[in-house]
């Protein structure tokens, strides 16, 4: 039995790897394993013999797998360091700067202005790009013969022959996504909406689509002054000028009551605009206290809720802070252009992160 034990001993020590071992471990105290058919000859055995021989026997299987399973733990330790070593990477060496594509000023910017309304608990809602004509006008107190409708160059879709109702518009604006939210959510609520709208306009500033995003908060107490203040947060975080000064000019909408136009400080100098200095004014957007025939067209009731609402146009304020001249050139899809303005698409604008690098 002695030599038993130790011929196997010496066996698990030497093997090499896994598979040994188990070969090893099969030789032995497998089925057929030497141990094994020791165990049965017990059977044979008398009482006395027995009794003496049993425990030894299974102690020596006992020893022999403890020593099998230690020898296999420390061949996988071996294995591991030895894939540790192996498949080592250097992660603070710099990425390499190989560039699939950019990611446009358009989303850039509406990314920054997500993160900077998410962080004043504002949530981002959506409406539909085809709209009904009385989501798009009528709800927002721009009744048929209103001026307004002329003077946004609407696009009407196609109209079935017979069909008499009023035809479906690309939308003019993001206001009516007021609505959708309202009728949907109800108050109070807390939204921005960006996205793309439609007018059949061209030059320098203006194309067939550009983006705006809106903005409507609803509560019981909410006043001008609330809208005040979370225009100039979002002003001085976005163009990262703390401090900016603001400027409210009574103006009207239909869909506000007072109006107001927000202008911001800016300076030209040497044909060179900026941002958040010197006594110039630059109107950045439309916002006022939202109607109360708007908040009845969503369903709120105005003697119990009221709030502000703005709209502003995402690439105009993209055009301003990346000083980009032109605006059709957002839409031509021109390689260079889009290498030269675009952002690299690993980096995405937070707050804490940095919004723009
Ligand atoms: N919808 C307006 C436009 O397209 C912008 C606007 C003005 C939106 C005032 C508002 C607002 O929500 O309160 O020109």
Not at 31 to 47: C, H, Q, T, V
Not at 89 to 109: E, F, K, N
Request: net charge negative; charged share 25%; aromatic share 8%.
């Amino acid at each position: 039995m002695d030599d038993l034990r130790d011929k196997y001993i010496r066996l698990v020590a030497e093997a090499g790897d896994e598979s040994a071992l188990e070969d090893l471990r099969v030789q032995a105290v497998g089925k057929k394993g030497e141990i094994s058919l020791k165990m049965r000859e017990l059977g044979k055995m008398s009482p006395e013999e027995r009794q003496v021989m049993g425990p030894k026997l299974n102690a020596l299987k006992d020893e022999i797998n403890s020593a099998l399973s230690a020898k296999k733990e420390a061949l996988e330790d071996v294995a591991l360091d030895e894939r540790l070593r192996a498949e080592w990477l250097d992660v603070t060496m710099p990425a390499r700067d190989r560039r699939v594509g950019t990611i446009h000023p358009v989303s850039q910017v509406t990314e920054e202005v997500t993160a900077i309304f998410a962080d004043m608990g504002f949530a981002v809602a959506e409406g539909p790009q085809v709209e009904s004509d009385w989501h798009n006008f009528d709800a927002l107190n721009i009744p048929g013969h209103h001026p307004a409708r002329a003077e946004m160059d609407t696009f009407y879709m196609h109209r079935a022959e017979g069909d008499n109702r009023p035809p479906h518009v690309l939308r003019t604006h993001t206001s009516p996504v007021q609505i959708r939210s309202m009728e949907q959510q109800g108050a109070p609520i807390r939204i921005i909406c960006p996205g793309r709208v439609y007018r059949a306009d061209y030059d320098q500033t203006h194309t067939p689509m550009f983006h705006q995003v809106e903005g409507l908060a609803l509560d019981k107490d909410i006043s001008m002054a609330n809208l005040k203040w979370v225009l100039e947060e979002f002003f001085a975080a976005f163009f990262e000028v703390d401090g900016i000064k603001t400027r409210f000019r009574a103006s009207h909408f239909p869909f506000t009551e007072p109006s107001a136009e927000v202008d911001i400080q800016c300076s030209w100098e040497d044909g060179q605009l900026k941002i958040g200095e010197g006594d110039g004014w630059l109107e950045v957007l439309g916002s006022g206290m939202v109607h109360p025939k708007v908040l009845q067209a969503g369903g709120i009731d105005p003697y119990e809720y009221q709030g502000f609402a703005f709209g502003m146009g995402i690439d105009r304020i993209a055009m301003l802070k990346y000083g980009i001249p032109d605006l059709r050139a957002f839409f031509d899809s021109d390689l260079r252009w889009l290498r030269h303005y675009g952002f690299a698409s690993l980096d995405v604008p937070t707050l804490h992160g940095g919004l723009s690098r």
